[in-house]
């Protein structure tokens, strides 16, 4: 019943791209960290900082309680699709360096973290109370489906060539989220 309202489609489409390009970015910075540093202790240490701002996640409920949800959705993935263009950049130039993609994985993770409680709460707001729980268990269903997506679509076998092209192709879903989010 949910999928009747014409703003929860596409909030669930470019919340699934979002939650996507997510699950990407994990993916490949563990990847990318291994192959800078072949080392199991720093794809752990960088999947650490970057899931670390979700203590921020309360703070992101109060934003989401007194400010605009589009709007902290829209900046949020904003700055998450300019950190994956700029993690495009470095990658695909051979400008790659550790520290870049710490610093990345920490101001992506903070974005994400602030942004979640607004994605979560806008569902009531476009499904109406008689719809929230099939509105929840749609966004449920597409958030926890959601990592599957890019490993069937992208073959990861040339970590050369592919991965600036696996993080371009993040930069492209969110620049697709923002256009759907308004």
Excluded: C
Excluded at 85 to 106: C, E, K, Q, R, S
Excluded at 147 to 172: A, F, I, P, S
Aim: hydrophobic share 55%; glycine share 8%; no cysteine.
């Amino acid at each position: 019943r949910a999928f009747s309202h014409r703003g929860f489609q596409l909030f669930w489409v470019a919340s699934f791209l979002s939650m996507s390009s997510f699950f990407m970015i994990i993916m490949l910075r563990a990847w990318v960290i291994l192959n800078l540093t072949d080392s199991v202790f720093m794809v752990t240490a960088v999947q650490a900082i970057a899931i670390s701002p979700m203590l921020l996640a309360p703070i992101g409920g109060v934003l989401a309680d007194r400010m605009n949800k589009k709007q902290i959705l829209l900046f949020a993935d904003g700055s998450s699709m300019i950190f994956a263009g700029l993690l495009t950049i470095l990658v695909a130039t051979t400008n790659l360096a550790v520290w870049h993609v710490f610093l990345l994985a920490l101001l992506s993770g903070i974005s994400f973290a602030i942004a979640l409680p607004s994605r979560i709460a806008l569902v009531g707001e476009l499904v109406g109370e008689t719809d929230l729980p099939s509105g929840a268990s749609l966004y449920i269903m597409g958030a926890s489906s959601a990592g599957n997506k890019w490993l069937e679509l992208n073959d990861l076998r040339d970590e050369n060539y592919k991965t600036g092209g696996l993080y371009g192709n993040d930069t492209v879903s969110y620049t697709h989220l923002r256009a759907h989010e308004t």
